[in-house]
């Protein structure tokens, strides 16, 4: 059992930075794969980025990458998503999400979810 906390969201202007850690709960963290996805008001959840258990693969949806990236801290229990040059289409709830090893991009596929936290990107 894996339970996750987002936190870091706030209200930022664009062109700015902002970075998200995902907190873990539980053993065995450095199995999971964890991904970072988003959901803006009246849209479907989206994958931004994901990473594999050792930290040696990632994915990034087209239109976030060079602007976001995914690390991990398997020391802390945290991965984090450190995103720059933010734009207001960037407003949404963000969750971070947990399945064993390997990564994938379907929402359907993780097995564990965090509360979410609301990030807002004023133009």
């Known amino acids: 059992q894996v339970q996750l906390a987002e936190s870091g969201g706030g209200l930022v202007q664009a062109g700015g930075s902002l970075r998200l850690p995902c907190a873990a709960s539980g053993r065995f963290f450095a199995n999971y794969a964890m991904g970072w996805f988003r959901q803006a008001p009246g849209k479907e959840r989206e994958l931004v980025a994901a990473?594999?258990?050792?930290?040696?693969?990632?994915y990034y949806t087209d239109h976030m990458k060079g602007r976001f990236t995914i690390p991990r801290d398997n020391a802390k229990n945290t991965v984090y998503l450190q995103m720059n040059s933010l734009k207001p289409e960037d407003t949404a709830v963000y969750y971070c999400?947990?399945?064993?090893?390997?990564?994938?991009?379907?929402?359907?596929?993780?097995?564990?979810w965090g509360q979410g936290t609301q990030v807002t990107v004023s133009s």
């Open positions: 990473i594999d258990w050792s930290g040696g693969s990632t």
């Open positions: 999400a947990a399945r064993w090893h390997s990564m994938v991009v379907l929402a359907s596929l993780y097995d564990y």
